[in-house]
Each structure stands twice: as C-alpha cells, then as structure tokens.
C-alpha cells in the first residue's frame, strides 16, 4: 500500500468537460508534486508545491490548475483539455522540497484519457 | 545541468540470472542518487538511495554503490525473479534542481 493517496484511479473526461484530481498524504511531508507520466516514459514534472505555496510551475498550460487546500492536500482541476493529454498523473510528496536530497513518495497515479 | 543515462533495454532475463543496469550521471555538485521501480499499473516506488560518494544502497536484494570516480550508480541484483519484472528508473536531486529521472529500463523476467 503506498503512503500517497489519489483519485480517482481512472478518469475518462470529453474535451469540454471539468474535473479534478485529488491526493493526498499524511506524512507530514510538506513538498507536493504533480507529474505527467506518458507510455514508456519517466515522469515529467509539472508543479511543486513547498509548505502550501506553489514554487515550481514548468510551463504547464493553464488548462491544469493546481491547488493545495492544506498541506495533506492536493488537487489538480482540469478544464478543456486536449487528447495529448492523455497519460497516468502520479502526485509524490517528499519531507521537504528539492534541495533537501529527500526522496519523493509516489501515489499509484490517476490515469487519465481524453475523448 | 544535471542528467541521467541509462540503458533503456528492454531487459530479458532468464529467473535467477544476474541483473546489471547501467545508470550514469552528470551534476555539478554532490547529488544524491536514487533507484526507483515501477510496477505495471502502479506508481513509483523507491527502491534504494545513496547520499554521497562510495554508500551502497541496498533493498529486496538490490544493490547500488555510489561511484564518483566513474559518475555512476548501477543497479544489481544476483538472482532475480520474476516478481521482479518493472521498469526501474534511476534519478537524481541536489540542492538545486527537482528530481531527475533516466529514461527507465523495462526488465521483464521469465520462468
């Protein structure tokens, strides 16, 4: 069982509609990340959150909007999204932010398609 | 800036055969190094980490020593199973930059 919790596990969403992943930890960790996972390829980080503040955004296009409700929390709200953006979305948490050399804790992922 | 290669195979092995992927680096300071494993329908897990130069990780049988000298962190394991098969990942962090993650090699492991 991992420490990482998101939902839902699968997602089918149409190009117009709205929804949200949510994850969520209770390790105390306060560093959250958001990566997108394509087929047979590494995680490409999207947002870090760092003690609930949003400190990296990697050039995500505003149809992902993160958010961070608490430090257990964490949501992604998705909105007019493209079939490219199909792929498993794996939130992690680690102790602290990068810079820390502290290793990150994956969720299973919610894994996304887009009609 | 700060990379990491690894052979993408994919690996086929043969159940209790010795298991080597290569992982190397490139960083500018003193990164710490980790062994991630993926699972089919799951997220990552850590499998090992080492902090600084000439630690071994080690877990469920796999090792990894960190070696400065050649910038690399090959993963190893002397019999491996098929419970074993995923895709495992080598990455790196230091205090500068996110996490860095290689291409992934698939292994997949045969009765």
């Known amino acids: 069982d991992t420490e990482v919790t998101q939902t839902p596990k699968h997602l089918v969403m149409g190009m117009t509609n709205k929804k949200s992943l949510k994850c969520e930890q209770h390790?105390?960790?306060?560093?959250m990340y958001w990566y997108k996972q394509k087929a047979k390829k590494p995680p490409e980080l999207m947002f870090v959150?760092?003690?609930?503040?949003?400190?990296i955004n990697e050039s995500v296009p505003s149809r992902f909007s993160p958010e961070c409700p608490n430090s257990s929390l964490l949501n992604l709200h998705l909105h007019a999204l493209q079939p490219e953006d199909s792929a498993l979305y794996l939130c992690a948490s680690s102790l602290r932010e990068m810079g820390s050399n502290q290793p990150q804790h994956f969720g299973d992922g919610t894994r996304l398609s887009i009609l | 800036g700060n990379s990491v290669t690894q052979m993408e195979g994919p690996v086929t092995l043969s159940e209790e055969a010795f298991l080597t992927i290569n992982c190397t680096y490139t960083?500018?300071?003193?990164?710490?190094l980790f062994w991630y494993v993926q699972y089919p329908g799951e997220g990552l897990q850590l499998l090992l980490k080492a902090t600084k130069a000439d630690d071994k990780g080690s877990n469920k049988g796999f090792e990894a020593t960190y070696r400065k000298e050649t910038t690399s962190f090959h993963l190893e394991k002397g019999s491996v199973q098929v419970s074993d098969s995923a895709v495992y990942f080598c990455a790196l962090s230091d205090p500068f930059t996110d996490m860095r993650f290689g291409a992934g090699t698939r292994l997949t492991v045969k009765p």
């Open positions: 959150y760092s003690y609930e503040k949003l400190s």
């Open positions: 960083a500018t300071g003193y990164p710490s």
């Open positions: 390790m105390g960790h306060r560093a």
